[in-house]
């Protein structure tokens, strides 16, 4: 049985009538229909499964709503998988997933069964204007510049130039206020300064003795006299005491004083400021990203995305016994800005 609807404006030739000619324009073969297309009670059946679909959307709204203004939002409930969950959102996301789940497939059912199914061919037209439309054009435009009064008015064409060709520096010239780049000025803190080298309390500002350090005592500190919240940004300290023994190498020993060690307080990942330390494993870890240090090994990064070890303050006490930075960090703190090559 054929049905060879030929919807195709004369070009539905025959797949076999043009075999032997690679070139011919082969048309669209011809057009098989669906049962709904040929049996009306498959097709009402159809509509009948799209509008049931629809139906279900609908009450499963009315659901939403009921379990909105109905179920207590403290209620749970236990569901096999799942474990035990909190009922509202259970009922609501099922609701209304299912709702929106019930309109796209009576959509698509209704598209496939329904809606009508015959191939067509929209052809390419040339998007190049025809001759008279292209010598219009240029009329238009000609009449424009002489409208303009342009060709007569040279002072105006003149200055109208001068306008828009400095008229591109004025944003040019804002980029400078992205600058000076800060080249060495971010390598330093106020640690480099002899005279900021005293250490204290980041909250009180008392100079720190090694009698205030327990083991697994951390402290955040800072330098004496700070100068500006920037250079608090670039400067915190953690103070962390490790038995000596735990202390992976002497030259680490030898940077902080009888078990106690100073570590930038500034992630090198993104600058978020550290805090969490846990005193069994010596690890640090940067709430922002979980980049992790372990701090009785130069800070070395044993998880997470920072690319840089923490780096290290040298530390000893001074005449009076208080605690007080031997210089500057033995690494550029912060994000590593500084590997990007200008700085
Ligand atoms: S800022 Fe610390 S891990 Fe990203």
Request: glycine share 10%; net charge negative.
């Amino acid at each position: 049985m054929s049905y060879g609807i030929d919807t195709h404006g004369g070009h539905g030739t025959d797949l076999a009538q043009v075999e032997g000619d690679p070139f011919a324009d082969p048309g669209l073969p011809h057009h098989t229909p669906r049962r709904t297309d040929i049996d009306a009670r498959a097709a009402n059946r159809a509509e009948r499964q799209v509008a049931g679909l629809f139906g279900l959307s609908t009450i499963l709204t009315i659901g939403f709503i009921v379990a909105f203004v109905s179920i207590d939002k403290e209620d749970t409930m236990y569901v096999v998988g799942l474990g035990t969950i909190n009922s509202l959102n259970f009922a609501l996301g099922v609701t209304l997933g299912g709702s929106l789940l019930c309109i796209g497939f009576g959509a698509i059912h209704w598209a496939r069964k329904l809606m009508n199914a015959e191939e067509i061919v929209d052809y390419r037209h040339p998007m190049k204007s025809s001759p008279e439309d292209t010598a219009d054009a240029l009329e238009l435009a000609k009449q424009g510049v002489a409208d303009s009064a342009l060709p007569r008015r040279k002072l105006i064409w003149t200055s109208l130039i001068g306008a828009m060709a400095l008229f591109p520096l004025a944003p040019v010239i804002a980029l400078r206020d992205l600058g000076p780049l800060p080249h060495k000025k971010l390598r330093g803190t106020l640690w480099d300064k002899p005279e900021h080298r005293e250490i204290v309390h980041a909250n009180d500002e008392r100079r720190l003795k090694p009698s205030d350090f327990a083991l697994g005592t951390m402290i955040s500190a800072k330098p004496n006299d700070l100068e500006s919240l920037e250079d608090l940004a670039k400067a915190a300290i953690v103070l962390i005491k490790i038995n000596p023994q735990e202390i992976r190498s002497k030259e680490l020993a030898d940077r902080g004083y009888r078990g106690i060690l100073a570590y930038s307080k500034i992630c090198p990942h993104a600058g978020c400021p550290l805090g969490l330390y846990e005193d069994e494993t010596h690890h640090m870890l940067c709430p922002c990203h979980q980049s992790t240090f372990d701090l009785a090994d130069f800070g070395r990064v044993v998880f997470g995305p920072s690319a840089r070890n923490l780096p290290t303050l040298a530390i000893t006490v001074d005449d009076e016994g208080f605690l007080v930075a031997k210089g500057g960090f033995d690494e550029p703190v912060g994000p590593t800005f500084f590997e990007r090559g200008d700085a």
